[in-house]
Nanobody, 114 residues
Framework: QAQLVESGGGLVQPGGSLRLSCTASGFIFRFVDMGWYRQAPGKQRELVAGITSGGSTNYAASVKGRFTISTDNAKKTLYLQMNSLKPEDTAVYFC????????WGQGTQVTVSS
């Protein structure tokens, strides 16, 4: 059974940076297309970045040029480097397959505020 554990969130000022991590287990990580999702209060969960098993990436327009998704297959870990953060990036961030297929983890809270 797949398990996903997100970490790395926190409170950051506008313009700041954070790196999120997602540790995966229970499936063959290197064969799965993965994604980072976020859910802001009162809004639906949305995909912000995806990476295929071959390393191709795609980003939501709202984060393109600021966020970078990557993987470390040896560590079975998915990363999201977030730069130039804006208040509208405030949300709980989750990882899952792309498209999502597993039970959602607890996520990690990212708050961008001065």
């Amino acid at each position: 059974q797949a398990q996903l554990v997100e970490s790395g969130g926190g409170l950051v000022q506008p313009g700041g940076s954070l790196r999120l991590s997602c540790t995966a287990s229970g499936f063959i990580f290197r064969f799965v297309d993965m994604g980072w999702y976020r859910q802001a209060p009162g809004k639906q969960r949305e995909l912000v970045a995806g990476i295929t098993s071959g390393g191709s990436t795609n980003y939501a327009a709202s984060v393109k040029g600021r966020f970078t998704i990557s993987t470390d297959n040896a560590k079975k870990t998915l990363y999201l480097q977030m730069n130039s953060l804006k208040p509208e990036d405030t949300a709980v961030y989750f990882c899952n397959a792309d498209p999502s297929r597993w039970t959602w983890g607890q996520g990690t809270q990212v708050t961008v505020s001065s």
